[in-house]
C-alpha cells in the first residue's frame, strides 16, 4: 500500500523532557524499527511534528541579543525539518531500511484571509508550569494556552491548501524511495504576487491528509502518545474508540491543540477519499496500520466503539 504515516512529537520528545539531542535520537532509535520494517512493505511518506524544536529555536532566537529582531517562524520551521528529517533518516537506516530515504524540504501554500490567522491554537516549546509560562509571555509578547497540566506558546495554525513540492515527492515515491516530507507541515506560504513566509505553525496531521489525498494514499495514519481517541480522557471512564466513522467522531468534543486536528484531518481524508484512516500509539506503529488496535475511521458502521 502507499501510505502517509504523521509521527507526533512524542516519536523525539516525551511530555516534560527537555529537548536534548541525545533524547530525541534514542527516542527514535525505539519508534525506527517498527517504522522501517512499515517502510519495507509499504510505500511510505513520513510527515512529523516539530513543536518542541521550532519552539526551542525560537526562543534561543528570542533571547539572542545579537540579532535585531528574532528569526521568523517561516526559516524555523526549515531548520527543524532537515533537522528531524537528518535524525529519521539516521535512524531508520540503523534500523535496517536498506532503500533510499529522501528528506524533501516542503514549503505548504495557506490562505491568508484563513480565519486560523486570528486566533492561535497550535502548541509548541516546553511546558511550563503556570507562573513560568505567564513570565515568559510577558516578556516575550507570546500567546499562552493550557496543555493538560501545564501551559504553553500557542501560534496561528492556518489550514494547507496545497504542497508546493508534491510532484517532487510523488516522483521520489515511484522511484522506490522512503519519503520524509511536511514537517511541522510544512514552511508556511502565501502565494499572491510570489511566495510571502507566514508567521504561523501548520498543523502536521492536516498537512499530512492533504498529502495523503493529492497522493493517492490508500491509509492515512496518525501515531501519537495515546492508544487512539478518547472519550472520557483523563478520568476513570477514559476509553479508546475503536471501528468508528467520521460522522460519529465528529459528533464528540475533543481538544482543539491537540487530539482535535488529528480527528478533524482523519475525518476529512475518509470523507474525501473513501479510505480508512487511524489514529494509535507510535509504540503499537503496525498494529495500528493492519487494524488491530487504535481508532479505525472508515465511511462504514462503527463495529468497536469503546473497545478499550
Not at 272 to 297: C, R
Given at each position: 500500500?502507499?501510505?502517509?504515516i504523521?509521527?507526533?512529537?512524542?516519536?523525539?520528545?516525551?511530555?516534560?523532557?527537555?529537548?536534548?539531542?541525545?533524547?530525541?535520537?534514542?527516542?527514535?532509535?525505539?519508534?525506527?524499527?517498527a517504522?522501517?520494517?512499515?517502510?519495507?512493505?509499504?510505500?511510505?511518506?513520513?510527515?512529523?511534528?516539530?513543536g518542541?524544536?521550532?519552539?526551542?529555536?525560537?526562543?534561543?532566537?528570542?533571547?539572542?541579543?545579537?540579532?535585531?529582531?528574532?528569526?521568523?517562524?517561516?526559516?524555523?520551521?526549515?531548520e527543524?525539518?532537515?533537522?528531524?528529517?537528518?535524525?529519521?533518516?539516521?535512524?531508520?537506516?540503523?534500523?535496517?531500511?536498506?532503500?533510499?530515504?529522501?528528506?524533501?524540504?516542503t514549503?505548504?501554500?495557506?490562505?491568508?484571509?484563513?480565519?486560523?490567522?486570528?486566533?492561535?491554537?497550535?502548541f509548541?516549546?516546553?511546558?511550563?508550569?503556570?507562573?513560568?509560562?505567564?513570565?515568559?509571555?510577558a516578556?516575550?509578547?507570546?500567546?499562552?494556552?493550557?496543555?493538560?497540566?501545564?501551559?504553553?506558546?500557542?501560534?496561528?495554525?492556518?489550514?494547507?491548501?496545497?504542497?508546493?513540492?508534491?510532484?517532487?515527492?510523488?516522483?521520489?515515491?515511484d522511484?522506490?524511495?522512503?519519503?520524509?516530507?511536511?514537517?511541522?507541515?510544512?514552511?508556511?506560504?502565501?502565494?499572491?504576487?510570489?511566495?510571502?513566509?507566514?508567521?504561523?505553525?501548520?498543523?502536521?496531521?492536516?498537512?499530512?491528509?492533504?498529502?495523503?489525498?493529492?497522493?493517492?494514499?490508500?491509509?492515512?495514519?496518525?501515531?501519537?502518545?495515546?492508544?487512539?481517541?478518547?472519550?472520557?480522557?483523563?478520568?476513570?471512564?477514559?476509553?479508546?474508540?475503536?471501528?468508528?466513522?467520521?460522522?460519529?467522531?465528529?459528533?464528540?468534543?475533543?481538544?482543539?491543540?491537540?487530539?482535535?486536528?488529528?480527528?478533524?484531518?482523519?475525518?476529512?481524508?475518509?470523507?474525501?477519499?473513501?479510505?480508512?484512516?487511524?489514529?494509535?500509539?507510535?509504540?503499537?506503529?503496525?498494529?495500528?496500520?493492519?487494524?488491530?488496535?487504535?481508532?479505525?475511521?472508515?465511511?462504514?458502521?462503527?463495529?468497536?466503539?469503546?473497545?478499550?
Amino acid at each position: 500500500m502507499r501510505l502517509v504515516i504523521a509521527l507526533g512529537g512524542n516519536a523525539l520528545l516525551h511530555r516534560h523532557e527537555p529537548p536534548e539531542a541525545a533524547t530525541q535520537v534514542a527516542r527514535l532509535a525505539l519508534a525506527a524499527p517498527a517504522l522501517a520494517r512499515l517502510a519495507v512493505q509499504h510505500q511510505v511518506v513520513f510527515v512529523h511534528g516539530n513543536g518542541p524544536q521550532v519552539g526551542l529555536l525560537a526562543r534561543e532566537s528570542t533571547d539572542d541579543a545579537t540579532l535585531t529582531a528574532p528569526y521568523p517562524l517561516a526559516a524555523l520551521d526549515a531548520e527543524t525539518q532537515g533537522l528531524i528529517g537528518s535524525l529519521l533518516t539516521q535512524a531508520l537506516h540503523n534500523a535496517g531500511l536498506a532503500g533510499p530515504i529522501v528528506t524533501l524540504v516542503t514549503h505548504t501554500v495557506i490562505d491568508a484571509d484563513d480565519p486560523a490567522m486570528g486566533e492561535p491554537t497550535k502548541f509548541i516549546g516546553a511546558v511550563y508550569d503556570h507562573h513560568r509560562a505567564h513570565r515568559l509571555a510577558a516578556d516575550h509578547g507570546w500567546d499562552i494556552a493550557r496543555d493538560g497540566d501545564g501551559w504553553r506558546r500557542v501560534v496561528f495554525s492556518p489550514l494547507p491548501q496545497r504542497i508546493v513540492e508534491l510532484h517532487a515527492g510523488a516522483t521520489l515515491l515511484d522511484t522506490g524511495a522512503t519519503v520524509i516530507m511536511g514537517g511541522g507541515g510544512g514552511i508556511p506560504l502565501t502565494d499572491h504576487d510570489g511566495y510571502t513566509p507566514v508567521e504561523a505553525v501548520i498543523d502536521k496531521d492536516h498537512t499530512a491528509a492533504l498529502l495523503a489525498r493529492a497522493l493517492g494514499a490508500e491509509q492515512l495514519v496518525i501515531l501519537t502518545d495515546v492508544p487512539g481517541a478518547l472519550t472520557d480522557y483523563g478520568t476513570p471512564d477514559e476509553r479508546v474508540i475503536g471501528d468508528t466513522t467520521p460522522g460519529l467522531l465528529r459528533a464528540l468534543p475533543f481538544p482543539a491543540g491537540s487530539m482535535g486536528p488529528k480527528v478533524d484531518a482523519a475525518c476529512t481524508f475518509v470523507e474525501n477519499t473513501g479510505k480508512p484512516a487511524a489514529i494509535g500509539a507510535l509504540e503499537h506503529a503496525e498494529e495500528v496500520v493492519d487494524g488491530i488496535v487504535g481508532t479505525q475511521i472508515t465511511p462504514g458502521p462503527a463495529s468497536r466503539a469503546g473497545r478499550l
